[in-house]
DNA sequence: TAGATTGTTAATCGATTAACAATC
DNA sequence: TAGATTGTTAATCGATTAACAATC
């Protein structure tokens, strides 16, 4: 593996990448082609083989990459030839959705707890979790060692839940709040604000 | 406002600048600058200014930005100074969440009507809409004239129901199923797979 | 072998940043 | 006026594409 820095926009290329690998693998493909997988997610051959190349040489001339090959490579390169816990904030209705996500587990995560600071909701259970109390989220997290959240809570508690988080050891975020997280440089974060996604299409639409 | 054509990357911070502003204008503040929006967003005051003057001159040199003027305007770039009726495709639990979800109205967006082709949801009511029956989807958005959907099925659907929903004059889907979409060219896609966001930052833990 | 496709280089294209005159 | 901050230009930086030798 190449030990120069690898810029954040090809790492943010892999998970399309795997994704529609695993897709071409549960159809029964074999191999596929810098040509063909680009057709599949919307970018260019010469782009994907770039991207590839930056951690090895997977593929074979003439023939293209096998895709079980390549799939064990990018799940290595991203970290997710294993199984990661991670915690839910928030037990409303996206905390919900994303506790009974059947999806997360085949593609490298386990949810493992789920949080919420509202006495009616904690006990609460939830298919094999039970909603914990927000007041004993740190020490709890801390204990098991886990790196990544996803927050599901108002916009208006969510700064200060992310400091606690980041206390806790979290050095990952899927943030669902609509607004922007103030974080240490060694702890990532990720938006998924609809309301923000539909926004940049309206521009586009008469 | 600018007749060029201007780049996506640049609309597609429009909306971050705009969630700022409302937040900022909520905590009742009059004025803001290029550095101090930045420092809430996460971008370079430089960067600001350039996006925001592809537009026009809508701030004061010593002053800054009115909040409130240039939230009119972003609104207006962006075509969010109206409410747009949207559909949701699937009335599992992210489209429940999502039925439910207060944060759109004040955002620009209302949903309108839910599908389903589960004749147990049929009929079911999810706060004031009442699930349809995705047979009569084509026909119904076709006469309402909605432009917007949100599609929270499987993936081993999404693309037939992607067909559909083009043909019925949908044209910015928000899709929340694993898999990438094929449509033609007048047709925008946005995508929210938590599992493909999560993978992007487990290359960064250790 | 002939055809296909990779990995890589160089050229192109586009986005970001730094700097500063204009001006509120 | 003095200080602050915009809008814009030019320079820098980085990403994408095109082309092709290598080779399966």
Known sequence: MNADKIPDIIISRLPVYLRALQHMADQGMRTTSSQELGEHVGISAAQIRKDISQFGEFGKQGTGYSISYLLDKLREILKVDRLWDVIIV?????????????GFVNRGFNVAMIFDNDKSK?????????????????????????????????????????????????RAILNYAPINLIVPPDVRVQYIDPATHLQRMTYYCE
């Open 90 to 102: 928030g037990a409303g209705d996206m905390g919900h959705a994303l506790a009974r996500y059947q």
């Open 122 to 170: 904690i006990g609460q259970k939830i298919g094999d979790l039970t909603v914990e109390d927000t007041a004993e989220m740190v020490e709890k997290v801390k204990a098991s060692g886990i790196r990544i959240a996803m927050l599901t809570i108002p916009a208006t508690v969510a700064q200060e839940t992310t400091d606690k988080l980041v206390e806790a050891g979290i």
